[in-house]
């Protein structure tokens, strides 16, 4: 029983919980709990307190079941499984069911995910206030806009435990060794990095490129095996992994980001538009960014005097990347770059 004598349980007069039942304009608990001002563990001993029935908003939509199943294998579940390993939930509750929520502005692609999964499910749009860290670190303070789709299935949150993703898997997921052997593995990788990694470049006025970043980080053992993964496939040069508090790389070579999108892109049908689009605007502007007019014999005497990439970028107003790749293009001499990690 309650205990309704605890000053932390809010009650709320009882016609304004039928009032808001009978509006039908609330179709989650979430928003009904918004709309009275209650927490969700509130809002549930409201009902007790009034002994009005729990409301059950979740009504078995229609979906492909078997679109998860290792017998079916195919780019866009590969490529789902891998965005859901980063960035979905499954949830261990009685109708075992799975959700993914993304900002707004990505809500086109949970209509692809809702499309791909041939599902019924509703896509909810919602708003939430930012929580304390928020407010308190970022000085946040307005609402953020958000969407979510929400499915009851067994069979898909068994079938993806095969693939490793569980229910509080931020800490666990590890790839299987199936998974990691693949033929479509890059479909894997690029979902992943759509849902919690990152493509960033700056350039200049004249559309040169400064600086470019292929990043992911992760609390769990996966982002180091997709790491291995990529130094495997993408033939890399200077890579960076850090694990120290949790697993990170990251790739700013352009050799390297060229082969990295030519691997998780080519001939993909499915992506994330937002973050395909920055990292082929990097691909289509990175030989853009180094056309130089470099005369050989003084970019040679230059490096010889001098002594590192750095010290003659400053010279020429560039950036280290862009002399190396015109000595490499040259047939110059140099030795290798002592700043960058070599791949380990």
């Known amino acids: 029983m309650v205990d309704f004598y605890d000053r932390r349980v809010r009650i709320v007069p009882k016609k304004n919980i039928i009032d808001a039942l009978n509006s039908k304009k609330y179709k989650t608990i979430v928003q009904l709990s918004y709309a009275l001002n209650l927490h969700n563990t509130e809002l549930k001993k409201n009902f007790e307190y009034y002994k009005i029935p ?14 998860f199943d290792l017998n079916n294998i195919t780019e866009e579940s590969m490529y789902w499984a891998g965005f859901f390993a980063a960035d979905g939930c499954v949830r261990n509750n009685k109708s075992k ?23 019924e499910a509703k896509i909810i749009d919602d ?42 898997k931020t800490y666990t997921l590890t790839m299987p060794k199936w998974l990691i052997d693949h033929n479509m593995v890059r479909h894997f990788i690029r979902g992943y990095i759509d849902g919690d990694g990152s493509y960033s470049y700056n350039k200049k006025k004249d559309g040169k490129i400064v600086s470019i970043h292929v990043a992911l980080s992760g609390a769990c053992n996966a982002v180091k095996q997709i790491y291995e993964i990529i130094i495997k496939n993408c033939n890399i040069k200077y890579g960076n992994i850090n694990n ?26 499915i992506f994330l538009d937002r973050k395909e689009n920055i990292i082929k605007n990097i691909y289509n502007l990175l030989e853009k960014s180094f056309e130089y007019n470099f005369d050989p014999k003084e970019l040679q005497y230059l490096y010889d005097k001098l002594g590192s990439f750095n010290a003659v970028a400053k010279k020429f107003g560039c950036d280290r990347t862009t002399i190396q790749y015109n000595m490499r293009k040259m047939g110059l001499k140099f030795n290798p770059m002592p700043q960058m990690s070599r791949k380990q």
Request: overall charge positive; glycine content about 0%.
């Open 54 to 67: 729990y409301p059950n908003f979740r009504n078995k939509a229609k979906t492909d079941e078997n679109f």
């Open 97 to 119: 069911s799975i959700q993914l929520m993304l900002a707004t502005k990505d809500k086109n692609h949970l209509i692809k995910f809702q499309k791909s999964l041939k599902s």
């Open 127 to 168: 708003e939430r206030a930012p929580s304390k860290l928020l407010m308190k670190k970022y000085k946040y303070k307005e609402k953020y806009f958000y969407s979510y789709i929400c499915i009851s299935s067994e069979k898909i949150s068994n079938d993806l435990a095969l693939w490793g993703i569980t229910p509080r």
């Open 244 to 269: 120290k508090k949790l697993n990170s790389f990251l790739f700013n070579s352009l050799q390297d980001v060229k082969n990295i999108y030519e691997f998780l892109y080519k001939d993909s049908t």
